[in-house]
T-cell receptor
Framework: QKEVEQNSGPLSVPEGAIASLNCTYSDRGSQSFFWYRQYSGKSPELIMFIYSNGDKEDGRFTAQLNKASQYVSLLIRDSQPSDSATYLC?????????FGKGTRLSVIA | NAGVTQTPKFQVLKTGQSMTLQCAQDMNHNSMYWYRQDPGMGLRLIYYSASEGTTDKGEVPNGYNVSRLNKREFSLRLESAAPSQTSVYFCASQGGGRNVYTFGSGTRLTVV
């Protein structure tokens, strides 16, 4: 059984701080990794994907991958109240994607 | 730029009634998926279709059937609805050489 684990939260951070969201996965053969954001009552939308070990930056978002530790994280710099949402980690090891249950982030103004 | 379109957006059914949830994508994607999302349970895969003409069971297929009508459309049918099927249902598609999923806006189904 391929598993993706996330802390359900809520993770509360003050506005302007760095939010750190973490995800671990069970299948060492996993090839690609995705972060989706889901606002309450809305559908998931892709924020970032990462394939290689190391960091990938896109604006205020940085995805970090460590395949040896089977760990992927998402950092959100200068967190804004509009970042308050549930963040879903997804991992590809074959078809289909395996999603974690998500971490709820609350950014306090 | 429609992407993935789901209908209906809301539905209330009585126990034992049947209905079909419709999903269509205009991105020429090969793969399509049906998920349900319940509080605290995350996204759970019901069925998927890796390509036109194929369908496979996911994690929670019992009580559901699917039809990949053509490349664009993938429908989900509840033959005899049960209160345990009250959920939000998402359709997604994937293709174009990247493993990115694009989700529809969802169907909120209540079975009473």
């Amino acid at each position: 059984q391929k598993e993706v684990e996330q802390n359900s939260g809520p993770l509360s951070v003050p506005e302007g701080a760095i939010a750190s969201l973490n995800c671990t996965y069970s299948d060492r053969g996993s090839q690609s990794f995705f972060w989706y954001r889901q606002y309450s009552g809305k559908s998931p939308e892709l924020i970032m994907f990462i394939y290689s070990n190391g960091d990938k930056e896109d604006g205020r978002f940085t995805a970090q991958l460590n395949k040896a530790s089977q760990y992927v994280s998402l950092l959100i710099r200068d967190s804004q109240p509009s970042d308050s949402a549930t963040y879903l980690c997804a991992v590809k090891a074959g078809t289909p994607l395996v999603f974690g249950k998500g971490t709820r982030l609350s950014v306090i103004a | 730029n429609a992407g993935v379109t789901q209908t209906p957006k809301f539905q209330v059914l009585k126990t034992g009634q049947s209905m079909t949830l419709q999903c269509a994508q205009d991105m020429n994607h090969n793969s399509m998926y049906w998920y349900r999302q319940d509080p605290g349970m995350g996204l759970r895969l019901i069925y998927y279709s890796a390509s036109e003409g194929t369908t496979d069971k996911g994690e929670v297929p019992n009580g559901y059937n699917v039809s990949r009508l053509n490349k664009r459309e993938f429908s989900l049918r509840l033959e005899s609805a049960a209160p345990s099927q009250t959920s939000v249902y998402f359709c997604a598609s994937q293709g174009g050489g990247r493993n990115v999923y694009t989700f529809g806006s969802g169907t909120r189904l209540t079975v009473v």
